[in-house]
């Protein structure tokens, strides 16, 4: 493995190219998005330091049919594909620990596929701070809604609404791209219950933070 950095909006695979790596995020965020004929995207997953970005490598395969690249700058580790498939052998104990992690990520796509069709924006919101300040361990990240807007799949003018409501309810500072998180307790209170069921999920499989 080598230690690298993740700039912003770093893309580590392009839709159905083949995957030269692996990576493993120390402190920053990947986003896993589905692209759409318009452009439009959507998030349907994210992975910070619980996780692995390359898991159709481990599943038998050496492509994606969407994009992932940086959301939260950090570093990470990367492996390339073939030493992986070389290393990482059924019975291995990295090997057991993909395993699980797999269904956890199965989990949490599952989760926010539901959660899409059926949350609020608000709570959405809320649900995708928290998840990125677990990652993170920071109260304090940098975040522009234009990025937040794609991730949600909801117009920018939507995001900086919300935003807006949750500012003035003294929850989060939010200037000039710079997200801060005020009080934790009120955002999981105003959460809907995705962020709970996708983190007790990782924690009972992973051990999480």
């Known amino acids: 493995m080598e ?3 993740l700039p912003l909006k770093q893309i580590l695979y392009e839709m159905n190219e083949p995957i030269e790596y692996v990576y493993f995020p120390k402190n920053g965020i990947v986003s896993l998005v589905t692209i759409m004929e318009d452009g439009a995207t959507a998030e349907i997953a994210t992975v910070g330091n619980e996780g692995m970005i390359g898991v159709p490598v481990f599943l038998g395969a050496d492509q994606i049919p969407g994009q992932a690249f940086s959301q939260v700058p950090g570093e990470s580790m990367r492996m390339k594909a ?3 498939k070389i290393f990482v052998t ?6 057991k620990i993909l395993q699980r992690y797999t269904h ?6 599952a989760q926010s596929a539901a959660c899409n069709c059926l949350h609020s924006i608000e709570k959405r919101f809320c649900r995708w701070l928290l998840m990125t300040r677990d990652r993170v361990q920071s109260d304090e990240f940098l975040l522009t809604q234009e990025f937040l807007a794609q991730m949600l799949g909801v117009r920018r003018a939507s995001v900086s609404e919300v935003a807006s409501i949750f500012q003035k309810a003294g929850m989060i500072s939010y200037r000039r791209g710079q997200m801060r998180i005020l009080d934790r307790t009120a955002l999981e209170a ?3 219950e995705c962020y709970a069921k996708v983190k007790q999920e990782f924690e009972r499989l992973l051990g999480g933070n």
């Open 3 to 5: 230690s690298i950095f």
């Open 82 to 84: 073939e030493e992986f």
């Open 90 to 95: 059924p019975g291995s104990p990295l090997y």
């Open 104 to 109: 956890t990520l199965f989990n949490q796509i």
């Open 190 to 192: 105003a959460s809907c």
